[in-house]
């Protein structure tokens, strides 16, 4: 399995307030201070043995807002990276941005600066939804954007939407949906609004200030987000992701998927051979380590076995394709059916043998159907009814 | 020691009337605390306290000088504050030649203590009457005087005015009880007569008796025996409460104190037995000894399978100290393996549940409380039912008895109305009314006992604002027309969920209580039906719908050890369900039926 390099880039010209990522909103003059430190950071994890023997495959620059970083910014952290660690040849590069913050020009430099997929947070065409998540650009700003880099040679754009908005209905939502497939974008990201705990929204919320939407509304728009999407060629392949065949993100696939993954900046967490480990969440703190040439490491855990078993589970079954069975055993070294049999029997009909497991099911040379799961071609996966409740399906392989 | 210098009491009054604080001064003021002031002295279990009831009985033995100069020996003998346990406290009363009847000044005479009273009355105790509270602004003083001395029959100067809290009144109090109390009868020469008014369990010394001596005298290193199971004993100590034990050499006629006697359970220092000297027994024990049995029955089970043999052992060292309790194992379909326990009443039910839970960590979930019926079958054989589950099949039956209770409800005037509806609600009784004054009445009523043991008391507050109090005792059993209540999930009957109903209720009662464990179980992955049934015949249905929508949205390298803890912890939430084929209850399924309006 290959790695991924998740680079965070924390500013913002502005905090939106459904926002729970570590954020840092008018500190600009800070970014080359922290660029240097990130650069440091990977100084130090490129000197260690168990990341300089890692095959990269993928580089993400996450936010905040990564593109209020320069174009030569850019540049600089993906050659020093590229040059400290091992990276193959074809590497997905993704950089977040904000549309009111690229043009053509600034976009084609960022290609040239080895850019190759790009992630719009466009979250919907309706203005006034815009005002209420705080976003500072305008729907028109977002094609715009889009267009740009399309313009600049970008043939691998993504689009964030946000839906399940107080008092959102349908038609708008649809609305939205089919505004942005018209642009004919290779992969969409649309999630459900969430309260995160301590984000201005979810205080706005405790103050009763807007009713959030009901389960039943929420569903009906997922489905509409399913279907829509689908029509156009985008496959739903993760509870909140949809691609064209050939463009599924391969940096977040790592995180589903039990790949190793390094986070570099303040905040990111690092993934490998059930270690994880996360960053320090504050800007000051985090250049000050690594001016001391100390890793900025805030904590960390080594996942049990109990705890690596559920977590095939759940990130194998936030995927559409499911969790592939003999891929679970290989990870945690336990077989799935003898460590789940009886949670099974909650959802399939009783009494299935284990031997029919292991030789059909396992397989793949049957399948077994129900209501919210089914085992077929060996994977276990969530049915359209099942993606709905994923969470609490997942909670009784606890 | 002379019993012309003892003075043995008890103090009669209603919760919050001031009991335990008139209690704290009379021990300062005889400087029995060695005067540093300690709050409610004599409630020592948090719970107690917590509940502002008193539910142990304890003794305490104070020196009073009075006015003239001589110094008494007081016993104050404390009494538990609640229906459930009026046994205990009419063994208490049993142990003393007065009583201080204390009544709120703002609040007048209360049901309860017109039973303790009357029964105070019933063991030839004198009566010292105390007006507490008299300082508060809400005080009437003139009103509750006169309803004192109407109960009573007395003058109206032999009333104290008191008030606890300030220290007022205490020392005309203390000599009152030296002047109008009569001492013991002086029974030296006899065999040895102690009656047990209280016991405790002591983790080092066993059960503790607390005892009043009758007859003779109790003397360290004799052979002592205990009438109700003929066992006998060594004592190896004896002596007076003072908050703590005070060794003597001996216990004399007219003393109150404790022994110790290598008992290893409770069980065997029955409140109410007599203690006789094993060499010279004397021919009978004192009168009045009665079993105490439970009245309300309910299952306990271990929220968790696991912890069965922990709520075993639980229990059994529960019952070294609380012999009312009862207990056997109980096999429930839906609720596996637990136990079927006997109380005096709800609250007592409530304590051990508590204690359960607090003093022992056990998860514990309880099921519906019932009363023991007895079902006579066809072929004359009768049954008795503690459990629902128990009830012989429709076709075999006879009839079924059910116990009935006298209760007395003393409730201002304005509210005779609201009582009676509740009282019809409750398939009640009317007997008679007696007027106490012209503002309050006595209300005596008859019910049956399963129609009191819920939430009668709560609900007699409510609708009389919190004025009605309430006493009652057990009558006898009597037929009634009751059907038995099957609750079903998905098609499987839940056996923990039975409920036995009388006929005209059970229509009403099943459509409630299917509406009621809809609102309770939580939506869950799969629908989830509903039913009531009497016998085959199913009479309401509901259904809990199945979860619409539980999933996270975002889930990348930041969010993935987050998300695992909160599915960790929700699953950590479910384990306090009781798991029932598919369906997951939470405990408060099991106790819908309390929860009905």
């Given at each position: 399995?290959?790695?991924?390099?998740?680079?965070?880039?924390?500013?913002?010209?502005?905090?939106?307030?459904?926002?729970?990522?570590?954020?840092?909103?008018?500190?600009?003059?800070?970014?080359?201070?922290?660029?240097?430190?990130?650069?440091?950071?990977?100084?130090?994890?490129?000197?260690?043995?168990?990341?300089?023997?890692?095959?990269?495959?993928?580089?993400?620059?996450?936010?905040?807002?990564?593109?209020?970083?320069?174009?030569?910014?850019?540049?600089?952290?993906?050659?020093?990276?590229?040059?400290?660690?091992?990276?193959?040849?074809?590497?997905?590069?993704?950089?977040?941005?904000?549309?009111?913050?690229?043009?053509?020009?600034?976009?084609?430099?960022?290609?040239?600066?080895?850019?190759?997929?790009?992630?719009?947070?466009?979250?919907?065409?309706?203005?006034?939804?815009?005002?209420?998540?705080?976003?500072?650009?305008?729907?028109?700003?977002?094609?715009?954007?889009?267009?740009?880099?399309?313009?600049?040679?970008?043939?691998?754009?993504?689009?964030?939407?946000?839906?399940?908005?107080?008092?959102?209905?349908?038609?708008?939502?649809?609305?939205?949906?089919?505004?942005?497939?018209?642009?004919?974008?290779?992969?969409?990201?649309?999630?459900?609004?969430?309260?995160?705990?301590?984000?201005?929204?979810?205080?706005?919320?405790?103050?009763?200030?807007?009713?959030?939407?009901?389960?039943?509304?929420?569903?009906?728009?997922?489905?509409?987000?399913?279907?829509?999407?689908?029509?156009?060629?985008?496959?739903?392949?993760?509870?909140?992701?949809?691609?064209?065949?050939?463009?599924?993100?391969?940096?977040?696939?790592?995180?589903?998927?039990?790949?190793?993954?390094?986070?570099?900046?303040?905040?990111?967490?690092?993934?490998?051979?059930?270690?994880?480990?996360?960053?320090?969440?504050?800007?000051?703190?985090?250049?000050?380590?690594?001016?001391?040439?100390?890793?900025?490491?805030?904590?960390?855990?080594?996942?049990?076995?109990?705890?690596?078993?559920?977590?095939?589970?759940?990130?194998?079954?936030?995927?559409?394709?499911?969790?592939?069975?003999?891929?679970?055993?290989?990870?945690?070294?336990?077989?799935?059916?003898?460590?789940?049999?009886?949670?099974?029997?909650?959802?399939?009909?009783?009494?299935?043998?284990?031997?029919?497991?292991?030789?059909?099911?396992?397989?793949?040379?049957?399948?077994?159907?129900?209501?919210?799961?089914?085992?077929?071609?060996?994977?276990?996966?969530?049915?359209?009814?099942?993606?709905?409740?994923?969470?609490?399906?997942?909670?009784?392989?606890? | 020691?002379?019993?012309?210098?003892?003075?043995?009491?008890?103090?009669?009054?209603?919760?919050?009337?001031?009991?335990?604080?008139?209690?704290?001064?009379?021990?300062?003021?005889?400087?029995?605390?060695?005067?540093?002031?300690?709050?409610?002295?004599?409630?020592?279990?948090?719970?107690?306290?917590?509940?502002?009831?008193?539910?142990?009985?304890?003794?305490?033995?104070?020196?009073?000088?009075?006015?003239?100069?001589?110094?008494?020996?007081?016993?104050?003998?404390?009494?538990p504050?609640h229906v459930d346990f009026s046994y205990e406290v009419s063994r208490?009363?049993?142990?003393?030649?007065?009583?201080?009847?204390?009544?709120?000044?703002?609040?007048?005479?209360?049901?309860?203590?017109?039973?303790?009273?009357?029964?105070?009355?019933?063991?030839?105790?004198?009566?010292?009457?105390?007006?507490?509270?008299?300082?508060?602004?809400?005080?009437?003083?003139?009103?509750?005087?006169?309803?004192?001395?109407?109960?009573?029959?007395?003058?109206?100067?032999?009333?104290?005015?008191?008030?606890?809290?300030?220290?007022?009144?205490?020392?005309?109090?203390?000599?009152?009880?030296?002047?109008?109390?009569?001492?013991?009868?002086?029974?030296?020469?006899?065999?040895?007569?102690?009656?047990?008014?209280?016991?405790?369990?002591?983790?080092?010394?066993?059960?503790?008796?607390?005892?009043?001596?009758?007859?003779?005298?109790?003397?360290?290193?004799?052979?002592?025996?205990?009438?109700s199971?003929?066992?006998?004993?060594?004592?190896?100590?004896?002596?007076?409460?003072?908050?703590?034990?005070?060794?003597?050499?001996?216990?004399?006629?007219?003393?109150?104190?404790?022994?110790?006697?290598?008992?290893?359970?409770v069980e065997?220092?029955k409140v109410g037995d007599?203690?006789?000297?094993?060499?010279?027994?004397?021919?009978?024990?004192?009168?009045g000894y009665e079993e105490v049995k439970p009245m309300v029955f309910s299952?306990?089970?271990?929220?968790?399978?696991?912890?069965?043999?922990?709520?075993?052992?639980?229990?059994?060292?529960?019952k070294?100290?609380d012999s009312s309790l009862i207990y056997e194992?109980?096999?429930?379909?839906?609720?596996?393996?637990?136990?079927r326990c006997g109380f005096l009443g709800l609250l007592h039910m409530?304590?051990i549940?508590?204690?359960?839970?607090?003093?022992?960590?056990?998860?514990?979930?309880?099921?519906?409380p019932s009363v023991e019926y007895k079902?006579?079958?066809?072929?004359?054989?009768c049954?008795l039912v503690d459990n629902?589950?128990?009830?012989?099949?429709?076709?075999?039956?006879?009839?079924?008895e059910e116990p009935f209770i006298s209760?007395?409800?003393?409730?201002?005037?304005?509210?005779?109305?609201?009582?009676?509806?509740?009282?019809?609600?409750?398939?009640?009784?009317?007997?008679?009314?007696?007027?106490?004054?012209?503002?309050?009445?006595?209300?005596?009523?008859?019910?049956p006992l399963a129609?009191i043991i819920?939430?009668?008391?709560?609900?007699?507050?409510?609708?009389?604002?919190?004025?009605?109090?309430?006493?009652y005792h057990l009558l006898d059993y009597?037929?009634?027309?009751?059907?038995?209540?099957?609750?079903?999930?998905?098609?499987?009957?839940?056996?923990?969920?039975?409920?036995?109903?009388?006929?005209?209720?059970?229509?009403?009662?099943?459509?409630?209580?299917?509406?009621?464990?809809?609102?309770?179980?939580?939506?869950?992955?799969?629908?989830?039906?509903?039913?009531?049934?009497?016998?085959?015949?199913?009479?309401?249905?509901?259904?809990?719908?199945?979860?619409?929508?539980?999933?996270?949205?975002?889930?990348?390298?930041?969010?993935?050890?987050?998300?695992?803890?909160?599915?960790?912890?929700?699953?950590?939430?479910?384990?306090?369900?009781?798991?029932?084929?598919?369906?997951?209850?939470?405990?408060?399924?099991?106790?819908?039926?309390?929860?009905?309006?």
């Amino acid at each position: 399995m290959t790695a991924g390099l998740y680079i965070h880039i924390p500013f913002c010209e502005i905090r939106c307030g459904y926002c729970d990522f570590f954020t840092a909103a008018n500190q600009e003059e800070q970014i080359p201070a922290y660029l240097q430190a990130i650069c440091r950071e990977i100084d130090l994890y490129s000197g260690t043995q168990e990341w300089q023997q890692q095959q990269f495959s993928t580089l993400y620059f996450g936010g905040g807002t990564p593109s209020l970083l320069t174009p030569t910014q850019i540049y600089d952290v993906i050659t020093h990276a590229q040059k400290r660690f091992s990276f193959v040849s074809d590497s997905e590069i993704t950089l977040e941005a904000n549309p009111n913050t690229v043009n053509t020009a600034k976009l084609a430099a960022c290609r040239h600066a080895g850019v190759n997929r790009l992630s719009l947070g466009v979250q919907s065409i309706h203005e006034n939804e815009l005002k209420f998540l705080d976003r500072d650009h305008t729907a028109k700003q977002s094609v715009s954007a889009f267009t740009a880099a399309q313009a600049a040679g970008f043939d691998n754009i993504s689009l964030d939407l946000i839906y399940s908005l107080p008092k959102q209905q349908l038609q708008q939502w649809r609305q939205t949906l089919t505004h942005v497939v018209e642009l004919a974008p290779q992969h969409i990201s649309a999630y459900s609004l969430t309260y995160e705990e301590g984000t201005p929204l979810s205080t706005q919320l405790r103050k009763g200030r807007f009713a959030p939407a009901s389960d039943e509304r929420q569903r009906t728009l997922q489905l509409a987000a399913i279907d829509i999407l689908g029509e156009h060629g985008l496959e739903q392949y993760e509870i909140s992701n949809y691609a064209k065949p050939g463009y599924r993100s391969r940096h977040n696939q790592k995180y589903w998927d039990g790949s190793p993954y390094l986070g570099l900046g303040a905040s990111s967490h690092s993934y490998l051979d059930n270690r994880r480990f996360w960053n320090v969440r504050n800007t000051a703190a985090y250049i000050s380590a690594l001016n001391q040439e100390r890793l900025p490491v805030h904590g960390s855990e080594i996942l049990t076995q109990d705890e690596n078993e559920f977590e095939s589970v759940y990130l194998g079954l936030r995927q559409s394709r499911g969790l592939q069975l003999t891929a679970f055993e290989q990870k945690t070294g336990v077989p799935f059916f003898q460590r789940y049999s009886s949670t099974l029997e909650k959802f399939f009909p009783p009494n299935i043998k284990q031997e029919q497991f292991q030789k059909e099911l396992l397989g793949g040379s049957k399948s077994l159907n129900a209501d919210l799961m089914q085992i077929c071609d060996g994977y276990l996966r969530l049915t359209r009814e099942g993606i709905m409740l994923c969470d609490a399906i997942c909670s009784e392989f606890v | 020691m002379q019993t012309n210098k003892i003075r043995n009491f008890c103090i009669i009054a209603h919760i919050d009337h001031g009991k335990s604080t008139l209690a704290d001064r009379m021990l300062e003021y005889t400087g029995t605390l060695g005067h540093v002031a300690v709050d409610q002295v004599l409630d020592d279990m948090d719970l107690e306290r917590e509940r502002g009831i008193t539910i142990k009985a304890h003794s305490v033995t104070m020196q009073y000088k009075t006015n003239d100069k001589n110094t008494y020996t007081l016993n104050l003998i404390d009494t538990p504050g609640h229906v459930d346990f009026s046994y205990e406290v009419s063994r208490s009363i049993a142990a003393c030649e007065g009583a201080i009847l204390v009544v709120d000044a703002s609040q007048g005479v209360e049901a309860q203590t017109i039973s303790n009273l009357y029964l105070a009355m019933e063991n030839d105790l004198t009566i010292i009457p105390v007006l507490n509270k008299v300082d508060l602004q809400s005080a009437q003083v003139e009103v509750v005087s006169k309803q004192v001395v109407d109960i009573l029959g007395i003058e109206p100067e032999e009333i104290i005015l008191a008030s606890a809290k300030a220290g007022k009144g205490i020392k005309e109090i203390l000599e009152a009880v030296v002047e109008r109390i009569p001492p013991p009868e002086d029974l030296a020469d006899k065999p040895l007569r102690a009656l047990i008014f209280d016991s405790i369990f002591d983790s080092y010394r066993g059960a503790i008796a607390y005892v009043r001596i009758f007859e003779g005298e109790l003397k360290t290193g004799s052979q002592i025996k205990f009438f109700s199971t003929g066992k006998t004993f060594e004592v190896a100590e004896t002596g007076h409460m003072q908050l703590r034990r005070i060794k003597k050499n001996k216990l004399t006629v007219g003393e109150v104190g404790y022994c110790i006697a290598g008992v290893k359970q409770v069980e065997d220092t029955k409140v109410g037995d007599t203690i006789t000297s094993a060499k010279k027994p004397a021919s009978e024990p004192l009168a009045g000894y009665e079993e105490v049995k439970p009245m309300v029955f309910s299952g306990l089970f271990p929220t968790d399978n696991d912890d069965y043999e922990e709520l075993r052992s639980s229990l059994e060292r529960l019952k070294l100290n609380d012999s009312s309790l009862i207990y056997e194992p109980e096999t429930s379909q839906a609720l596996g393996f637990g136990f079927r326990c006997g109380f005096l009443g709800l609250l007592h039910m409530e304590i051990i549940q508590e204690r359960l839970e607090r003093e022992y960590n056990l998860s514990i979930l309880t099921t519906v409380p019932s009363v023991e019926y007895k079902a006579y079958t066809k072929s004359g054989e009768c049954i008795l039912v503690d459990n629902p589950t128990l009830m012989p099949a429709a076709g075999e039956l006879d009839y079924i008895e059910e116990p009935f209770i006298s209760a007395d409800i003393i409730v201002p005037t304005e509210y005779i109305g609201n009582i009676m509806k509740l009282s019809m609600d409750r398939r009640g009784t009317y007997k008679n009314t007696e007027y106490i004054d012209r503002t309050r009445a006595n209300l005596h009523y008859e019910y049956p006992l399963a129609e009191i043991i819920f939430d009668f008391y709560d609900k007699l507050k409510s609708t009389s604002r919190g004025y009605a109090s309430f006493d009652y005792h057990l009558l006898d059993y009597r037929k009634s027309d009751l059907v038995k209540l099957d609750l079903m999930l998905n098609g499987e009957p839940v056996d923990a969920l039975s409920y036995i109903v009388h006929k005209d209720k059970s229509f009403d009662w099943g459509k409630k209580i299917c509406s009621k464990l809809k609102e309770l179980i939580p939506r869950q992955l799969f629908e989830v039906a509903v039913q009531a049934a009497i016998g085959h015949k199913v009479i309401a249905r509901t259904t809990v719908r199945a979860m619409r929508k539980n999933v996270t949205a975002k889930c990348y390298g930041g969010d993935i050890s987050r998300k695992r803890k909160l599915l960790e912890r929700q699953k950590e939430g479910k384990k306090r369900m009781k798991q029932v084929g598919k369906v997951e209850l939470p405990q408060e399924a099991f106790l819908a039926i309390l929860k009905i309006e």
